[in-house]
Each structure stands twice: as C-alpha cells, then as structure tokens.
C-alpha cells in the first residue's frame, strides 16, 4: 500500500529513527478490560509488545490483565478514565517515571451507541457525554501522551472510529455516536497533518461492526475488527502510512 498523502502540502522529511523492536515497545489501549480493546490487548502482547491496560475500574482491568498474563503476555492494568483531566494526567506521569516512552496509543474506549435515537429528537445530554468521551476522551490522552512519543521520534496513534462518521454515511440513527465519531474523524486528520514527518503515524481505524456489548449479538468476530487496529498499531515507518481512515487494511473515504 503506497503512503497516504496530503495533496498541496509540502513534504516534511526528516532521518528516521530505527523503528524499536517489538519486545521495546510500550502501548497503552484505552477502555480495554473487555471486548475490542481487550482482543487489541491480546494481540499486541502477542507480538510481544508491554501493553498498559487502561480500565476505568481497577478490579475489572486487573482480571482482565491477569487472563493475558495467563496467555503468556506483558499486560499491566493501569487506571484510565479518559474523560478525567487528572486520572489522564496522572497515568502519563506514571508511564513517563516507569517507562520513559510510549510508542503506540490506541483509542478505544468509546460508549454511547444511541441506536434508537435520532437527531430530532435526541437526549442533548447523551449528545454531550458522547462527545465527552468518544472525541474529547481521545483528545486529552493523545495530548498527555504525545510529548513521550515525541521525545524518541517514533509513534503510532490509532483512534478507533466508525464507518457511521463517515461524511457519506447514511442513516438517522445513533445521532450521539454519529456526530462524536464524526468529529473524531476530524480530528485525526488534523493532528495527522500536524505530525506529519514526525515519525509518529496517525491514523482512524473502523473495525466494522463487532459482536461485542456495545455492539450487539450479530456482528463479526471480536478478533477481526481487532486485527485492522492492532495493524495500524504496528505499522513499519516505511512506507509512512499516515492520516488514513482504515477498515481491513484498506483506505476507506472519510
């Protein structure tokens, strides 16, 4: 796949740093003591990444820890409320003192799929906390969390979105998920273009619809939604994929 580029703008080149091996990297997975970000979880340590569990409850995220463990993985529970300015600030001190570095943050934790709302007639309330975490959750971790990417040249920011953000997308339903997913959308490409040549790579990845909780009975494997972001997550420096919107591997429209 060629490297995703940004028409009109100038490239910014600089010398790569050697991409650490996978045993050196340190990934931290949002709201992943179950369904999505716990498959990611799973399938990064089995690339032998450390992977920081972040759970908003400490006993979940520990259980959920320990089973990967079990399985032969370096997985840590970490506590992570992405929507508390302090519980964010206070994990990338921690990760800072422990570790020094970060090189793959994945933005899963997500919630608020009002399906049988419409934007007519929706809760503003629900609107309001979706956003909250759904974009601005990701937002505030990715911002506590870049200076640690920074500070070695090397990164992978994965922002787990939906094909129902879409700026195409039809339908009338999950208005709060919508429009939070949508702005994350935004988002992602506009911090793309700000880190572009960096060597940190960020992209907005759809796993499509998930048989998980959230999502519902019906809907693919929990591994194969997993599987597109754990492979942004571990995309080489060359070529730079950069500032896509992902499903399966493949570039799909904003």
Same mark, same amino acid.
């Given at each position: 796949?060629?490297?995703?580029?940004?028409?009109?703008?100038?490239?910014?080149?600089?010398?790569?740093?050697?991409?650490?091996?996978?045993?050196?990297?340190?990934?931290?997975?949002?709201?992943?003591?179950?369904?999505?970000?716990?498959?990611?979880?799973?399938?990064?340590?089995?690339?032998?990444?450390?992977?920081?569990?972040?759970?908003?409850?400490?006993?979940?995220?520990?259980?959920?820890?320990?089973?990967?463990?079990?399985?032969?993985?370096?997985?840590?529970?970490?506590?992570?409320?992405?929507?508390?300015?302090?519980?964010?600030?206070?994990? #990338?001190?921690?990760?800072?003192?422990?570790?020094?570095?970060?090189?793959?943050?994945?933005?899963?934790?997500?919630?608020?799929?009002?399906?049988?709302?419409?934007?007519?007639?929706?809760?503003?309330?629900?609107?309001?906390? #979706?956003?909250?975490?759904?974009?601005?959750?990701?937002?505030?971790?990715?911002?506590?969390?870049?200076?640690?990417?920074?500070?070695?040249?090397?990164?992978?920011?994965?922002?787990?979105?939906?094909?129902?953000?879409?700026?195409?997308?039809?339908?009338?339903?999950?208005?709060?998920?919508?429009?939070?997913?949508?702005?994350?959308?935004?988002?992602?490409?506009?911090?793309?273009?700000?880190?572009?040549?960096?060597?940190?790579?960020?992209? #907005?990845?759809?796993?499509?619809?998930?048989?998980?909780?959230?999502?519902?009975?019906?809907?693919?494997?929990?591994?194969?939604? #997993?599987?597109?972001?754990?492979?942004?997550?571990?995309?080489?420096?060359?070529?730079?994929?950069?500032?896509?919107?992902?499903?399966?591997?493949?570039?799909?429209?904003?």
């Amino acid at each position: 796949m060629n490297a995703v580029a940004f028409p009109g703008r100038p490239s910014r080149r600089r010398t790569l740093v050697p991409e650490p091996e996978p045993s050196q990297r340190v990934a931290l997975v949002s709201g992943a003591n179950r369904g999505l970000g716990f498959e990611v979880s799973r399938q990064l340590a089995v690339a032998g990444v450390t992977v920081l569990l972040g759970a908003r409850r400490p006993l979940a995220g520990e259980k959920a820890a320990r089973q990967l463990r079990r399985e032969g993985g370096t997985v840590l529970s970490v506590p992570l409320d992405v929507t508390s300015s302090a519980s964010v600030r206070e994990l #990338a001190a921690r990760i800072e003192g422990e570790y020094g570095r970060l090189d793959i943050l994945v933005n899963n934790a997500g919630a608020y799929f009002d399906a049988d709302n419409q934007a007519s007639s929706a809760n503003l309330d629900v609107v309001r906390q #979706a956003l909250e975490t759904n974009l601005l959750g990701a937002w505030q971790l990715t911002e506590a969390m870049l200076p640690l990417m920074q500070r070695h040249g090397y990164g992978r920011i994965v922002n787990v979105s939906s094909g129902c953000g879409a700026n195409n997308s039809d339908g009338t339903s999950c208005p709060a998920y919508r429009v939070s997913k949508a702005a994350l959308n935004s988002h992602t490409r506009m911090l793309a273009q700000e880190l572009e040549g960096s060597g940190i790579l960020v992209n #907005a990845v759809c796993p499509g619809w998930v048989a998980t909780d959230m999502g519902g009975h019906g809907g693919r494997p929990v591994a194969e939604g #997993a599987a597109g972001i754990v492979w942004a997550a571990m995309l080489p420096s060359r070529p730079a994929i950069h500032g896509g919107f992902f499903r399966d591997r493949q570039r799909i429209d904003w």
